[in-house]
């Protein structure tokens, strides 16, 4: 009798599984991030100093992030390429438990012929300003990069 009960249940547990048609993908729609984007500024979590925010000016050099439509990358310092590739466009919600928020961030993963990188962009664009902040997942000592689109 036993048996038969969980026989029955296990039925009725997989009668009822229903294969959901949803798939989950990263969105497509890159059109806020394309575009070129000159560097302005990096500050480091250490707090100000001379060189903190790092700016262009301090630096001695010009960076101009590329991102296309077709998914590609160059990264120019001072007009010439120190990197480049594709890239995949991430969206996703981050619960903090310990400080009770939700954060919603937008990603940018990148792959060197066709090799995934261990380098992701975690960003939020603010007007013409695109911040690449690892801040918003909690990445300790870590700088936040600030572009503007030109």
Same mark, same amino acid.
């Given at each position: 009798?036993?048996?038969?009960?969980?026989?029955?249940?296990?039925?009725?547990?997989?009668?009822?599984?229903?294969?959901?048609?949803?798939?989950?993908?990263?969105?497509?729609?890159?059109?806020?991030?394309?575009?070129?984007?000159?560097?302005? =500024?990096?500050?480091?979590? &250490?707090?100000?100093?001379?060189?903190?925010?790092?700016?262009?000016?301090?630096?001695?050099?010009?960076?101009?992030?590329?991102?296309?439509?077709?998914?590609?990358?160059?990264?120019?310092?001072?007009?010439?390429?120190?990197?480049?590739?594709? &890239?995949?466009?991430? #969206?996703?919600?981050? /619960?903090?438990?310990?400080?009770? =928020?939700?954060?919603?961030?937008?990603?940018?993963?990148? &792959?060197?012929?066709?090799?995934?990188?261990?380098?992701?962009?975690? &960003?939020?664009?603010?007007?013409?300003?695109?911040?690449?902040?690892?801040?918003?997942? #909690?990445?300790?000592?870590?700088?936040? /990069?600030?572009?503007?689109?030109?």
């Amino acid at each position: 009798m036993k048996n038969i009960l969980i026989l029955a249940l296990v039925i009725l547990t997989i009668a009822s599984c229903k294969k959901s048609t949803k798939t989950t993908s990263s969105p497509t729609d890159t059109s806020s991030i394309v575009g070129n984007w000159k560097w302005i =500024e990096t500050q480091f979590g &250490y707090g100000p100093s001379d060189s903190n925010p790092l700016r262009p000016q301090y630096a001695g050099y010009q960076k101009v992030l590329s991102l296309t439509t077709d998914h590609s990358f160059i990264l120019k310092k001072d007009n010439v390429i120190i990197d480049s590739g594709t &890239y995949t466009h991430g #969206h996703a919600n981050y /619960v903090d438990s310990f400080f009770n =928020e939700r954060f919603i961030y937008d990603s940018i993963l990148y &792959y060197h012929k066709g090799i995934k990188s261990s380098n992701i962009d975690y &960003y939020k664009i603010y007007n013409d300003t695109l911040l690449f902040d690892p801040g918003i997942i #909690h990445i300790l000592g870590a700088a936040s /990069v600030f572009w503007k689109k030109q």
